[in-house]
């Protein structure tokens, strides 16, 4: 089931706004991932961290690894229209293999 | 690009009708991996397979079946579709302990 608590659940924001969302877990997690998922397609992956402590940038998406490595966080800056959609933050733990924890996705809304 | 294609995008399908949701990755994956999506649930795991003929339960397997007879090829069975079957379907595929890679999903509704 379930183990990533992914807030907030659903944002509406002016566009050139920054947003930022996160998730937490009391499980420790070796990779984070986020995803965005626009109406009606699959899931793209947009960042990939694999260090805590790590920060990566994708354009105008920032995500880090927590240190404690049972979180992680998304900010995007100055958004668009476009960025609608729904985010999903997702962990891999050291024993899960290959299986990846979702959590349940952040709905975003961008008004012009 | 890795590509992950699923057969039919929107399907519609009579209570107690077998369905299958078919599902190809094209770049020598050895996971795969099939979900469903449904409003205020996330996505939930149904089934995952390692190797070819290798499948693995998820969280929500009841009702559900796979086949993976080449390594491309990952097929999802309803054995008998019922309404609270209707959902959006997901399918993705990842190599090692990369990322996924998801296809556009099969908008299943069963009636």
């Known amino acids: 089931g379930q183990q990533l608590n992914q807030s907030p659940q659903s944002m509406f924001i002016q566009e050139g706004e920054d947003v930022s969302m996160n998730c937490t877990s009391s499980?420790?997690?070796?990779?984070w991932l986020w995803y965005k998922q626009d109406p009606g397609e699959g899931p793209v992956l947009l960042i990939a961290?694999?260090?805590?402590?790590e920060l990566t940038s994708n354009g105008r998406l920032t995500a880090q690894f927590g240190i404690t490595r049972k979180d992680s966080f998304l900010n995007i800056s100055a958004s668009i229209p476009s960025d609608v959609g729904i985010y999903f933050c997702?962990?891999?733990?050291?024993?899960?293999?290959?299986?990846?924890?979702f959590g349940e996705g952040t709905q975003l809304t961008v008004n012009p | 690009d890795v590509k992950v294609t699923q057969s039919s995008r929107y399907l519609v399908k009579r209570t107690g009708e077998k369905v299958f949701l078919e599902c190809v990755q094209d770049m020598d994956h050895e996971n795969m991996f099939w979900y469903r999506q449904d409003p205020g649930l996330g996505l939930r795991l149904i089934y995952f397979s390692y190797d070819v003929k290798m499948k693995e339960k998820g969280d929500i397997p009841e009702g559900y079946s796979v086949s993976r007879e080449k390594k491309e090829r990952f097929s999802l069975i309803l054995e008998s579709a019922s309404t609270n079957q209707t959902s959006m379907y997901l399918c993705a595929s990842s190599l090692m302990n990369y990322g996924y890679t998801f296809g556009s999903g099969t908008r299943l509704t069963v009636v």
């Open positions: 997702a962990g891999r733990k050291e024993t899960s293999g290959s299986r990846l924890t």
């Open positions: 499980s420790i997690f070796n990779t």
């Open positions: 961290l694999y260090k805590a402590g």
